[in-house]
């Protein structure tokens, strides 16, 4: 069975980079066509999709975070990592990482989320 | 304003049915299979529905998916007390080259 952890440092000050990691147990994360995706939720309000990174190492960003965003792998720790830019306040959320399944589904390209992790707090403050 | 929309809260009575809905555009729903999320309080996103009415394993067939044009739905049949959770639809978006969540539905069961 597959698991997701995050890691992170709960709490970050303004202007500075902040850095998550989430572990994967119970597969290699680079078997499989899988992407390693990266969602977070700010208090009172809905998820968003911060990005992803496919197991051979394609990512692709929400365009709205694209500058500050980059996402990693780590495959000799079966790890992969979330490094956000410049953050503000407005970063502050829970933090998730996820496993993607991507394909083709009568036609039309697919994309869903089928195991979570159980999510990380960030505070951005000084 | 989220590109997909859903309604903030819905409610029923246990035992009743309930739907669900999440609308788009021709850039999203009309376009890619969409996926359900239930979120219980205090607990991680789990995956309900995937490619429009496909459950994963271990997933009761109380839940169930639909779509149409730019239009999806998930229904809760049954339903029962712990199914009072947060439930997000999400979709690839070919305008933005990525995922878009709705802004999630907040179902109570009263």
């Known amino acids: 069975q597959v698991q997701l952890q995050e890691s992170g440092p709960g709490l970050v000050k303004p202007s500075q980079t902040l850095s998550l990691t989430c572990t994967v147990s119970?597969?290699?994360?680079?078997?499989?066509?899988?992407?390693w995706s990266w969602i977070r939720q700010p208090a009172g309000r809905g998820l968003e999709w911060i990005g992803r990174?496919?197991?051979?190492?394609?990512?692709n960003y929400n365009s709205s975070l694209k500058s500050r965003v980059a996402i990693s792998l780590d495959t000799s720790n079966n790890q992969f990592s979330l490094n956000l830019s410049s953050v503000t306040a407005a970063d502050t959320a829970v933090y998730y990482c996820?496993?993607?399944?991507?394909?083709?589904?009568?036609?039309?390209?697919?994309?869903?989320?089928?195991?979570w992790g159980k999510g990380t707090t960030i505070t951005v403050s000084s | 304003q989220s590109v997909v929309t859903q309604p903030p809260s819905a409610s029923e009575t246990p035992g009743q049915r309930v739907t669900i809905s999440c609308s788009g555009s021709?850039?999203?729903?009309?376009?890619?299979?969409i996926s359900w999320y239930q979120r219980l309080p205090g607990a991680a996103p789990k995956l309900l529905i995937y490619?429009?009415?496909q459950r994963p394993s271990g997933v009761p067939d109380r839940f169930s998916g639909s779509k149409s044009d730019t239009a999806a739905s998930l229904a809760i049949s049954g339903l029962q007390s712990e199914d009072e959770a947060d439930y997000f639809c999400?979709?690839?978006?070919?305008?933005?080259?990525?995922?878009?969540f709705g802004g999630g539905t907040k179902l109570s069961v009263l």
């Open positions: 990174i496919f197991t051979y190492g394609t990512t």
């Open positions: 996820a496993r993607g399944n991507s394909g083709y589904h009568y036609g039309y390209s697919y994309f869903y989320m089928d195991v």
């Open positions: 490619n429009n009415n």
């Open positions: 119970g597969d290699s994360i680079s078997s499989g066509y899988y992407y």
């Open positions: 021709n850039f999203n729903i009309q376009t890619t299979p």
């Open positions: 999400a979709v690839w978006d070919d305008s933005l080259k990525g995922v878009v």
